[in-house]
Nanobody, 127 residues
Framework: QLQLVESGGGLVQPGGSLRLSCAVSGFGFTLDHYAVGWFRQAPGKEREGVSCITKGGRANYADSVKGRFTISKDNAKNTVYLQMTSLKPEDTAVYYC???????????????????WGQGTQVTVSS
């Protein structure tokens, strides 16, 4: 059983930045074997993939966040980060991280491949 804890959400003005963290723990878990994805769900909308990073460090991004968001990871800390810049009101959502065993970069935004999820952290972009 894996535990995922997101942090770093909050209220930010348009154009601002936030860094989300996803700390993963569990017996025998290592980012050397898992991909981690960030997903978000806005009120009244379906959950969507935002970004993901494979065990090998390859990243993928939704078109809506390319050039603004950067995903990274620290294998020693079993933590994945999502640096969000130039935030827009339409980025407002609950952000979730999730883990998947050894999936390739072209597929890592597909949420059906993920089986462990965090509780989410709220990001609100508003003036």
């Amino acid at each position: 059983q894996l535990q995922l804890v997101e942090s770093g959400g909050g209220l930010v003005q348009p154009g601002g930045s936030l860094r989300l963290s996803c700390a993963v723990s569990g017996f025998g878990f290592t980012l050397d074997h898992y991909a981690v994805g960030w997903f978000r769900q806005a009120p009244g909308k379906e959950r969507e993939g935002v970004s993901c990073i494979t065990k090998g460090g390859r990243a993928n991004y939704a078109d809506s966040v390319k050039g603004r968001f950067t995903i990274s990871k620290d294998n020693a800390k079993n933590t994945v980060y999502l640096q969000m810049t130039s935030l827009k009101p339409e980025d407002t959502a609950v952000y979730y991280c999730a883990t998947a065993w050894d999936i390739i970069q072209p597929l890592c935004l597909d949420e059906v491949r993920y089986n462990s999820w965090g509780q989410g952290t709220q990001v609100t972009v508003s003036s």
